[in-house]
Nanobody, 122 residues
Framework: QVQLVESGGGLVQAGGSLRLSCAAS????????MAWFRQAPGKEREFVAV????????YYADYVKGRFTISRDNAKNTVYLQMNSLKPEDTAVYYCAAGWGNTVAANSYAYWGQGTQVTVSS
């Protein structure tokens, strides 16, 4: 069982930066691939980025590639999402998720956090 708690969301102007954190409980954090998803009002949840259990492999959605960076610190049971050059269309609730495959499919992830709101003003 893994419990995930996101933090770091907020209101930022377009072009600004935020760093999201996702703290995990449990001793098996380092065995999970970790991902970030987001959901904007009226839209389906969409994949943002994933990082392998070791941190050696990452993959990004095209719409964030080059602007967002996912990383993890297994000693701290935490995964991060550094978001730069933010755009109004990045506004959403951001969720972290834990699973066993480096996949973009939300239904592949067994554990989810409650989400943190990111709002980008124009």
């Amino acid at each position: 069982q893994v419990q995930l708690v996101e933090s770091g969301g907020g209101l930022v102007q377009a072009g600004g930066s935020l760093r999201l954190s996702c703290a995990a409980s449990g001793r098996t954090f380092s065995t999970y691939a970790m991902a970030w998803f987001r959901q904007a009002p009226g839209k389906e949840r969409e994949f943002v980025a994933v990082i392998s259990w070791s941190g050696g492999t990452t993959y990004y959605a095209d719409y964030v590639k080059g602007r967002f960076t996912i990383s993890r610190d297994n000693a701290k049971n935490t995964v991060y999402l550094q978001m730069n050059s933010l755009k109004p269309e990045d506004t959403a609730v951001y969720y972290c998720a834990a699973g066993w495959g480096n996949t973009v499919a939300a239904n592949s992830y067994a554990y989810w956090g409650q989400g943190t709101q990111v709002t980008v003003s124009s």
